[in-house]
């Protein structure tokens, strides 16, 4: 671990401990770089002395389970929305603590919007985020009746083309 975790206060260290141990890692991030921050500690660093402790705590972290993706698990969550599911689709994002990851949405009319319905993160212990997302989103889509859309289940691309733009696109004026 780099030197960054002696500079913090005993009760800090806690406070990032008990975050750990929660697997509240978005938590525990904040708390080291804002006490950091001012000695020039960049946020890129703060995630190592994060990641560090994660590794320090190892087997006593407990590890938050991923959103579960089996299909009346996804359908229950897509009943409950307060529209009409007019299409499910999955789409990539990615950020500093998890790279990349997929999110499952459910496409809504009336209201128009969107909801979300699982993430589907790169685990050691499971398969690659975008074909478990592909999977999981046509079986609720097949159940729901509605189309499914994944416009790069391949290759992260968090700019590909969104269902709706493709549907006014086809749709025309």
Known sequence: ?????????????????AD???????????????ALRPLGLGLWEAERVVHARYEALGDRVQRTPPDPLDLPA????????PGRVAAVEALWDGDTVHDWF?????????PEGEAH???????????PPGPAAAEAGQALADHLGVPFHFASPDTPDDEAPRWREIRRLTEGP
């Open 102 to 110: 997929v999110l499952l949405v459910a496409v809504l009319d009336a």
């Open 117 to 127: 319905l699982a993430t589907v993160l790169h685990r050691s212990d499971g398969p």
């Open 1 to 17: 671990m780099s030197g960054w975790w002696d500079y913090l206060e005993e009760r800090t260290r806690r406070e990032v401990d």
């Open 20 to 34: 750990v141990l929660r697997d509240h890692r978005l938590s525990a991030l904040r708390s080291v770089w804002k």
């Open 74 to 81: 996804l359908a229950s969550r897509a009943e409950a929305l």
